[in-house]
């Protein structure tokens, strides 16, 4: 009985002395957090994807209560009404953001761009691109082995299985930037999305050229310059025999569209 | 017999070629004469379009340190230096010249006589192998002056020559000590003078016994060479267990073969360092084995570098039907080709027509954790270990886990039981970690 009670008691004290030790040490040490960082990270998507530059959505929000302006703090995901929700917790303004969307700029399908072998190693593009060029003669375009698909954390892209090419659901694609990334070829690439989707694009990264690329894949860009004499704002340039069409200067007019000879020029949602 | 200690495996030799004198392959109408090497920075074109050109006329000058000098093989004009699309789907600038009898530099000596003597100092010898545009003919391409240019506080005391030829059907390097043993011999004794050694270890595995009693023959008229017979075990061929199996001495992580004072020649490397000091011929020239299971005939040529790999295999009887994969070199390390169109370049040893019941990769299962291919890794990796940690892009993990030490020899994924494609993943790591070292390094 004796035995007990003395442990107990032992017990008892120990547990009184650490609580009153802490209690002294958590006050010494306290942290102060500003209690917005918990709402704002609340208003956020909470996706943690890392595509604002921040650590996760808490690093997000911890930033934009520090910051003086909201400027250069985006999130991607959230958009326009995530921002304006965040502003008006923390009484700040809220940027201008066009909304982004990814654009797979390779149009090479299984009837257009003819196989030349069969790759039968690890289904990766990043091992396959690090081997050879690619199953077509175009070593440029989509290995279709879906790499791009793997990274997306909303499900947004994936690989038609006509075309073997990516897709992307304009609904579900945030333009968090992970398939940018995950892309060794670099097709993919974050254009503005256009008012109601509405936007023009090169659909190819082919540098070869005109006769190679062409030769590769019917739908190739050759390099023709025929678009950039077409278009009278001077949104498209040709640096290697590439066409691209600046997305901040085009207006949408759609004449080169009608130009390219080999319809590697795209419009979408017209 | 010696070897190496550390793990190796016994892939079924397969060598169909073996004791087929080598022939001479056709001289294309058009020659691809790349200007870049596998290893090292392209050179630079020293002609133009239109240009008349000789055999054995220095075409691109080496552009850096670890580049080397290209020469014409053929004679002709040049038609264009453009690009071509190499097997792996990549551009690559080349000189193509359309061919025009064969007319070679009054220089090279076209005798078959065998010069002995070679009077030339250490520094002579060097400059004449950097003119000649010799590379590394084992394989690997790289530059062998820079590895006979000894570095400041480093000294070197065995030469060690690979004829191995642990690949399975490669038979290219014991064509060439069979015909040409003595010529090899005596590149040995200049490569000795190059960097100052008074003992060279010429390793040849067992199962070239034909080879080795010649060169053993041979020997016993040069000093300080000795001819090693080795057991036979993959990867044998590779610097560092070759060093290991010829002088038992073990190469440090992450060290050269200098370290333990041992330079490592190809036996190819050898001859051609013979022709370009005794016999002023730059490297033009080269023998592979064009081999397979369906193929009618085996066989070994003697192919002039630019030669499209089509014409040889055409000369050898064509592709056979059942060809499932054509591979460029051997089967263990060699890489599958796009396309026949490709031109023959310094380290193309072969070409291996696999027919199609032996192409597929087998359906990959789960690890069963055997631990085979860490018993079989001749660097004493985990591989298991470091393909999970490729997938997981856990790159930090794999510089721990020594992915850097990796040869690439395939052994895991060879003997893997589940066959998972151990080899692809780590390659992929080893990419990626030695980019992120290289940026440390240098940012």
């Known amino acids: 009985m004796n035995l007990i009670l003395i442990s107990l008691l032992t017990l008892l004290i120990v547990g009184a002395l650490s609580a009153i030790i802490l209690f002294f040490v958590s006050k010494k040490f306290e942290v102060f957090e500003d209690p917005r960082i918990n709402v704002v990270e609340a208003a956020l998507p909470l996706a943690n994807c890392g595509a604002c530059g921040f650590p996760g959505c808490r690093g997000f929000a911890n930033a934009c209560v520090k910051a003086d302006t909201l400027e250069n703090l985006i999130c991607p995901v959230g958009g326009r009404p995530t921002m304006e929700k965040v502003a008006a917790i923390l009484g700040k303004t809220a940027p201008e953001v066009s909304p982004l969307i990814a654009v797979v700029r390779c149009g090479g399908t299984c009837e257009l761009r003819p196989r030349s072998n069969q790759y039968d190693g690890v289904s990766s593009c990043a091992i396959a691109h690090n081997l050879y060029g690619g199953e077509t003669g175009c070593s440029w375009g989509c290995l279709g082995l879906g790499d791009c698909v793997v990274s997306c954390k909303f499900d947004a892209i994936y690989i038609n299985p006509e075309t073997l090419l990516p897709e992307v659901d304009e609904e579900k694609c945030t333009s968090c930037g992970a398939c940018v990334k995950a892309c060794p070829k670099l097709i993919i690439e974050l254009r503005k999305k256009g008012p109601a989707s509405h936007r023009i694009f090169v659909n190819c990264i082919n540098e070869d050229k005109g006769a190679v690329s062409k030769k590769a894949c019917s739908v190739s860009c050759i390099g023709c310059s025929k678009c950039s004499k077409e278009c009278a704002f001077d949104a498209i340039t040709i640096k290697n025999n590439l066409a691209y069409i600046d997305s901040e200067k085009c207006t949408l007019c759609g004449k080169c569209v009608d130009v390219c000879p080999t319809t590697a020029i795209v419009e979408i949602n017209k | ?443």
């Not at chain 2, 690979?162 to 490569?191: A, F, R, W």
């Not at chain 2, 299971?293 to 064509?318: D, E």
Request: aromatic share 4%; charged share 20%; proline share 5%.
């Open chain 2, 1 to 443: 017999m010696r070897t190496f200690k550390m793990g190796g495996i016994h892939p079924k030799e397969n060598k169909l070629s073996a004791g087929k004198k080598a022939e001479i392959a056709l001289i294309p109408t058009q020659a691809i004469i790349p200007l870049g090497h596998y290893l090292g920075a392209p050179s630079t074109a020293l002609v133009a379009k239109g240009d008349l050109v000789k055999v054995g006329q220095m075409i691109g000058q080496a552009s850096g340190f670890v580049s080397a000098n290209v020469h014409s093989s053929v004679s002709g004009k040049v038609l264009k230096i453009d690009d071509y699309i190499d097997a792996s789907g990549y551009k690559r600038p080349a000189v193509f010249i359309d061919v025009d009898g064969d007319e070679w530099l009054e220089t090279i000596d076209r005798t078959n006589e065998i010069k002995r003597e070679c009077m030339l100092s250490a520094a002579e010898i060097i400059k004449k192998i950097i003119s000649a545009g010799i590379v590394g003919l084992g394989g690997a391409t790289f530059p062998t002056h820079i590895k006979l240019l000894i570095p400041d506080g480093k000294k070197a005391n065995v030469l060690v020559i690979n004829g191995i030829e642990c690949e399975p059907y490669l038979t290219c390097d014991h064509q060439l000590m069979l015909e040409k043993g003595e010529e090899i011999l005596v590149g040995v004794s200049i490569l000795m003078k190059a960097i100052n050694v008074t003992r060279a270890i010429v390793g040849v595995e067992n199962n070239k016994k034909d080879a080795i009693s010649n060169l053993q023959k041979l020997a016993k008229s040069f000093s300080g060479i000795e001819i090693a017979p080795l057991q036979i075990k993959y990867p044998q061929g590779s610097e560092k267990q070759l060093v290991e199996a010829t002088t038992g001495r073990q190469i440090p992580s992450g060290s050269l073969p200098l370290e333990v004072g041992a330079v490592v020649q190809n036996v190819a490397t050898a001859y051609a360092v013979y022709e370009a000091v005794q016999k002023n011929k730059p490297l033009f020239e080269r023998i592979i084995t064009i081999t397979g299971k369906s193929m009618m005939q085996q066989s070994n040529f003697w192919v002039r570098l630019g030669t499209p790999l089509a014409n040889v295999v055409n000369q050898a009887g064509g592709i056979p039907d059942d060809t499932g994969k054509i591979v460029a070199g051997g089967p263990m390390m060699g890489r599958s080709l796009s396309t026949l169109e490709v031109a023959v370049a310094k380290g193309t040893a072969g070409v291996l027509f696999i027919p199609t019941f032996e192409s597929a990769r087998k359906k990959m299962q789960n690890c069963i954790r055997c631990a085979k291919c860490v018993t079989n890794c001749p660097m004493g990796l985990e591989p298991y270990l470091l393909m999970k940690q490729s997938e997981n892009t856990m790159w930090t993990e794999m510089e721990i886990n020594r992915v850097m030490d990796c040869i690439e020899c395939g052994c895991c994924s060879f003997t893997c039981p589940s066959n998972r494609p151990l080899l692809d993943h780590i390659r992929f790591g080893k990419m990626t970690v030695g980019k992120i070292i290289r940026s440390r390094k240098n940012p």
